[in-house]
């Protein structure tokens, strides 16, 4: 074999082996999300009460598969480009997530906030790894998704608390990001014992206490106000529209207990 040959055998071999690895990239990026979503599947349950979403975090702490999960976190190549709609989609996914193996490895009896210190709260603890780097729950809501810039986000992402809005049954992806926005902030407006609850006779609305914690989040939107009339039915939104400027504020008290079951 001539000097030529061998050269044109071994880019050929190169260029299958490059195929190779971005053909199983990609299938492991798809994968990680069907595993997600299958977990998701297996082990929560919509409820009519309050919390909306349960997780059965006794059976995440048998699953072989939930490590495999979190492990592709730790995984994950931050180098590569993503557009808006991708980084906010994989970022609300990592909060959930981490926020999820929180509660399974720390083990807390009625709260994720068990498990903070009087010197460190739980959202400044490490909650994983991302990229290789030790990550907090508070590094990626205020340091990488509130600077996005999208307030929608605070109705995406679950501290495993009841009066969080409800955990979304399926990953966060950007091909349907808008919808699935659109679908939890109404779900949890539509609850108005965490979400929004309107007494016209006296002019009164109280909100989810979200929305006094990260006001500053909605103003340039208009305010709280003018964001939760966007997600009401037509004849809620229509009256606190024509009353954003008299009516009176307040808000609900935060549950803060477990989001979870047990299954039998």
Not at 8 to 37: H, P, Q
Not at 193 to 219: E, H, L, T
Not at 238 to 259: F, I, K, P
Request: net charge neutral; hydrophobic share 45%.
């Amino acid at each position: 074999m001539n000097s030529r040959m061998r050269i044109e055998r071994f880019a050929n071999v190169a260029f299958l082996a490059f195929v190779a690895i971005v053909v199983g990239s990609s299938a492991a990026k798809a994968t990680d999300l069907d595993l997600y979503a299958k977990i998701l599947a297996q082990h929560t349950r919509s409820v009519l009460k309050t919390v909306g979403t349960e997780v059965d975090y006794h059976g995440l702490r048998k699953s072989a598969a939930w490590p495999q999960l979190v492990d592709t976190l730790r995984a994950t190549d931050l180098t590569q480009p993503r557009s808006s709609a991708q980084k906010k989609a994989f970022w609300i996914n990592a909060y959930n997530i981490l926020a999820i193996d929180k509660v399974i490895v720390g083990k807390p009896e009625r709260s994720i906030r068990d498990l903070g210190s009087f010197f460190q709260s739980v959202w400044k603890q490490p909650a994983g790894a991302i990229d290789g780097k030790a990550v907090s729950l508070d590094q990626i809501e205020h340091e990488i998704l509130r600077p996005m810039g999208d307030p929608r986000i605070h109705a995406a992402i679950v501290c495993a608390s009841t009066s969080c809005p409800s955990l979304l049954r399926e990953p966060w992806a950007a091909d349907r990001l808008e919808d699935q926005f659109d679908r939890a902030i109404r779900a949890w407006l539509a609850d108005e014992n965490k979400g929004a609850s309107i007494d016209r006779a006296a002019n009164r609305v109280r909100v989810s206490s979200i929305f006094k914690w990260f006001a500053d989040d909605f103003a340039a939107g208009g305010g709280v106000v003018r964001f939760v009339a966007g997600y009401l039915d037509d004849s809620d939104a229509s009256w606190l529209r024509d009353h954003a400027d008299t009516v009176d504020v307040g808000y609900l008290d935060y549950d803060w207990t477990l989001n979870q079951y047990r299954a039998p």
